[in-house]
């Protein structure tokens, strides 16, 4: 399944975006779509992911202001930000896969283009 990130853009700390992953091909509804972002010099690192079954896992850098949800009829997941940081300043990128280890480790040998997110204090 290929996968594309939308929706970033520069807000001030403590605001909101919301980010959105359409994909297209294979079985998405049977997918784990994980969310994960890269920061200049740093190593990509894993958002937030969902299952199947729609259950969710945060890390915790963003545990409680951030929320993962996907809507299957439109092959979509959206990834929900709050009480943003300069910290969460990185270009994000969605990913899915049906090994739910694949995905965690974001194990991907490609990746969409992604969206640039800038918090600005």
């Known amino acids: 399944v290929q996968l594309q990130a939308s929706g970033g853009g520069l807000v001030q700390a403590g605001g909101s975006l919301r980010l959105s992953c359409t994909a297209s091909?294979?079985?998405?509804?049977?997918?784990?779509v994980g969310w994960y972002r890269q920061a200049p010099g740093n190593q990509r690192e894993t958002v937030a992911l969902?299952?199947?079954?729609?259950?969710?896992e945060y890390s915790d850098s963003v545990k409680d202001r951030f929320t993962i949800s996907r809507d299957n009829a439109k092959n979509a997941v959206y990834l929900e930000m709050t009480r943003l940081k300069p910290d969460d300043t990185a270009a994000y990128y969605c990913n899915g896969d049906r090994s739910y280890t694949r995905v965690l480790e974001g194990e991907f040998e490609l990746w969409g283009q992604g969206t640039q997110v800038t918090v600005s204090s």
């Open positions: 091909g294979s079985i998405f509804s049977l997918n784990t």
């Open positions: 969902i299952m199947p079954d729609e259950n969710a």
